[in-house]
């Protein structure tokens, strides 16, 4: 009852603040083929959040998705290339606003957290709020989706830094700095990879709450395939990691490299030692080859770790060139009237 008493007061607090001139809230709906979901979602989304502006992204949908998102009161817009990805570079390019509120379309995130999400960012003055899931229904989280979500967090965690405990989470609140310097790239579900990336390079302040994650309703089906997205997820992370660790990169590749031509090479050492011959000459020369190329990639690493750090700067002077997160003191203020000061009297000269 105090939980829920708590999101209503939130939600109270934000629309008694809003003014036409405050901050603007939008609400990023990607959608494909989800009439049987959407117009709850937009529904609970307002409800949540009377003051923001809902928008639905109707990924070229094979249903009524976009009809029925209208007729709840969002603001329609059709993507045509295909892909979650797409859809939210299209978004983020499009939709200006202060905050901005990205779920799902298929009403397994709960709407009602939204504003608790909002002041979180406000409050702590953050660039992103990830909301991880939480959900004892297994029908809601699949075993298999659960244990690719914990593995790949795992993976960025050690590549990237540990700050998040669901790297997959498609529930987020982020500022408009975020938004406005997020370089999209993912055509696919892999987006959400890119997303906690971004900020964990540019060490950007962020936080993670826990939400409840739900059921999807009769009639609405998932559109995530365990393996195939889940390579794409793997590839995206090896990607991210040559981009944004080249050094590491290239040196785990050289190191590879070394070994192996060590261990080629150690059977004609003590062949040489023994009879003072190199009988094996094509194994002799792969030796070196594989040495060689570990050097060079060692080399590739070290120049590109340099162009790497030049663009890290670059994005971080852009991202530190856009507005942050409005402060909570102009989203949640007390309710009271403005004093009325008295005039003071007309002076009247002899």
């Known amino acids: 009852m105090t939980e829920q008493t708590t999101v209503h007061d939130q939600q109270a607090a934000l629309a008694a603040a809003w003014q036409p001139d405050g901050p603007r809230i939008a609400v990023l709906l990607p959608c494909y083929t989800e009439e049987a979901a959407i117009g709850l979602v937009v529904r609970d989304f307002r409800a949540a959040l009377p003051q923001a502006r809902i928008y639905v992204y109707d990924n070229a949908s094979s249903d009524r998705t976009g009809e029925v998102a209208a007729e709840a009161g969002a603001q329609v817009v059709r993507e045509p290339l295909h892909g979650k990805g797409n859809v939210v570079r299209r978004m983020f390019a499009d939709v200006d606003a202060d905050i901005y509120v990205l779920a799902d379309g298929d009403a397994t995130y709960e709407a009602a957290a939204a504003p608790g999400l909002i002041e979180t960012l406000c409050r702590e003055q953050l660039d992103m709020v990830n909301a991880a899931r939480f959900s004892t229904n297994e029908a809601a989280y699949r075993r298999g989706h659960a244990f690719g979500n914990t593995l790949f967090t795992k993976l960025v965690s050690l590549l990237f830094g540990e700050r998040f405990n ?16 997020f370089p999209a790239v993912a055509q696919g579900f892999e987006i959400e990879t890119e997303l906690t990336v971004h900020a964990l390079e540019l060490r950007m302040p962020v936080s993670e ?4 994650y739900r059921e999807r309703p009769e009639g ?19 990607r991210l990691t040559k981009d944004e660790r080249p050094l590491a990169f290239f040196s785990a590749i050289g190191a590879l490299l070394a070994v192996g031509s060590v261990i080629l090479a150690f059977p004609l050492f003590v062949t040489y030692f023994d009879t003072g011959l ?39 002077l852009h991202y530190l060139r856009l507005p942050a997160a409005p402060p909570i003191a102009s989203l949640v203020v007390a309710a009271r009237p403005r004093e009325k000061r008295a005039l003071p009297p007309l002076s009247h000269s002899a």
């Open 209 to 212: 709450v826990t939400t409840a």
């Open 166 to 181: 669901d790297i997959l989470s498609g529930y987020r609140v982020f500022s408009r700095r975020f938004v406005k310097s």
């Open 220 to 238: 609405s089906e998932s559109k995530l395939s365990t393996f195939r997205d889940g390579f794409r997820i793997l590839r995206t992370i090896v």
């Open 278 to 316: 190199v009988p094996r000459l094509p194994t002799a020369v792969l030796v070196c080859g594989l040495m060689i190329l570990a050097f060079l990639s060692l080399a590739c690493g070290l120049i590109l770790d340099s162009v790497a750090h030049g663009r890290r700067e670059m994005k971080r």
